[in-house]
């Protein structure tokens, strides 16, 4: 960001104290600066209030935008998610996912998983179902640092979809899985 004739580099949630009041409002209707400041806390997970739990995600939807320089292309109604880049012409790259709306650990960690594809890279790990896990763990990792519940069923949504993604890779070709996969060979129960 420029300021002037001056350049000031910014850390990875700097940016976030930029916005003003007035943004903050229009990205997120009815919710009012303080409420998003106390949703600002990235270890105080909201466990009782559907309107706290809201600003917390919607918080969360902020900065993962701007962080990451990502659009939703749709908020989708399932549980599935996709990540994409689209490469112009002119060299610009425009970074978009469609993930369901986070409102709960579950559609949470499937939304930071999406982001994830965008903040590791596409085509960083071999095979694809190896970058799917390290995807997963980065959005773990996410989870854990803004303090959101990795449930049972965040667990079972995890090794089900990893179990899917093993057995498309066998089923393309791969012979040797890696050794972090292994243990997803197997539906889980």
């Given at each position: 960001?420029?300021?002037?004739?001056?350049?000031?580099?910014?850390?990875?949630?700097?940016?976030?104290?930029?916005?003003?009041?007035?943004?903050?409002?229009?990205?997120?209707?009815?919710?009012?600066?303080?409420?998003?400041?106390?949703?600002n806390?990235?270890?105080?997970?909201?466990?009782k209030?559907?309107r706290?739990?809201?600003?917390?995600?919607?918080?969360?939807?902020?900065?993962?935008?701007?962080?990451?320089?990502?659009?939703?292309?749709?908020?989708?109604?399932?549980?599935?998610?996709?990540?994409?880049?689209?490469?112009?012409?002119?060299g610009?790259?425009?970074?978009?996912?469609?993930?369901?709306?986070?409102?709960?650990?579950?559609?949470?960690?499937?939304?930071?998983?999406?982001?994830?594809?965008?903040?590791?890279?596409?085509?960083?790990?071999?095979?694809?179902?190896?970058?799917?896990?390290?995807?997963?763990?980065?959005?773990?990792?996410?989870?854990?640092?803004?303090?959101?519940?990795?449930?049972?069923?965040?667990?079972?949504?995890?090794?089900?979809?990893?179990?899917?993604?093993?057995?498309?890779?066998?089923k393309?070709?791969?012979?040797?899985?890696?050794?972090?996969?292994?243990?997803?060979?197997r539906?889980?129960?």
């Amino acid at each position: 960001m420029m300021c002037g004739d001056e350049a000031r580099q910014l850390g990875l949630f700097d940016h976030l104290n930029d916005i003003s009041p007035m943004v903050k409002e229009a990205s997120i209707p009815g919710i009012g600066v303080e409420e998003l400041n106390k949703a600002n806390d990235r270890s105080n997970y909201p466990s009782k209030g559907r309107r706290a739990r809201r600003v917390f995600f919607d918080q969360l939807v902020l900065e993962m935008k701007l962080t990451f320089d990502i659009s939703i292309r749709k908020w989708r109604r399932s549980m599935s998610g996709v990540a994409y880049e689209l490469h112009y012409s002119n060299g610009d790259v425009k970074r978009l996912i469609s993930a369901p709306h986070p409102r709960s650990p579950v559609s949470a960690c499937i939304f930071l998983h999406e982001v994830g594809h965008h903040a590791i890279g596409f085509r960083k790990f071999r095979p694809r179902c190896l970058e799917e896990y390290h995807v997963w763990q980065w959005a773990f990792t996410q989870m854990r640092t803004r303090g959101i519940p990795i449930d049972a069923r965040v667990e079972r949504h995890y090794r089900r979809s990893m179990h899917h993604y093993v057995c498309l890779a066998k089923k393309r070709g791969l012979r040797q899985v890696p050794p972090e996969l292994l243990e997803f060979q197997r539906p889980s129960a």
